[in-house]
């Protein structure tokens, strides 16, 4: 059952959004700029309200598979996988948790000219479940950085650097 529907504009395409219970997004029909059909997206949730299958169906009928997402038993995406029109893999997202059910690392794959390139994150939290370090390494050129954070005595970030990890050398600096 539809609730809302919603349209918007952005640059050349115009879409209608439509929304089913929980708000959730059920499909997002989209337009070309002059007014034609390009395609739609239809989202598929489980009896948890997690998104399962994301469908496209193009102006010419042809349907598409774009994301199939698998969850745990508390209701945590553990992976996703999302593919190109063609049909073939374009990433896998894997996340892990810890007891807390805080997701600890994930790992990005995304196959490329024949090779598979994985990316790897694993993050470290403080007492109060604030991330305070994330490692990133890439599997096919050896990259390996380190994001640190630091947080004010209201739990607001108020500072991330950037690390190579091999030369120890800071990167980037943002403050907020």
Request: aromatic residues 8%; proline residues 1%.
């Amino acid at each position: 059952m539809t609730i809302k529907g919603d349209t918007e504009k952005k640059g050349n395409l115009s879409f209608v959004v439509n929304y089913g219970e929980n708000q959730k997004v059920v499909d997002t029909t989209l337009y070309d700029a002059n007014g034609k059909l390009d395609k739609r997206i239809i989202n598929e949730y489980d009896s948890n309200s997690n998104l399962l299958l994301v469908r496209g169906i193009m102006n010419d009928g042809k349907e598409l598979i774009t994301q199939r997402s698998t969850y745990n038993d508390k209701n945590q995406e553990v992976e996703s996988i999302s593919y190109d029109e063609d049909g073939s893999i374009y990433t896998i997202l894997r996340s892990h948790y810890d007891e807390r059910g805080i997701c600890i690392a994930w790992e990005i794959e995304e196959p490329m000219d024949g090779n598979t390139e994985t990316t790897y994150y694993f993050c470290t939290f403080d007492k109060n479940d604030k991330e305070v370090e994330r490692v990133i390494e890439n599997s096919r050129t050896g990259d390996k950085s380190k994001e640190l954070c630091t947080y004010d005595s209201k739990g607001n970030l108020k500072e991330m650097k950037v690390v190579d990890v091999n030369s120890g050398e800071e990167e980037s600096r943002n403050v907020y």
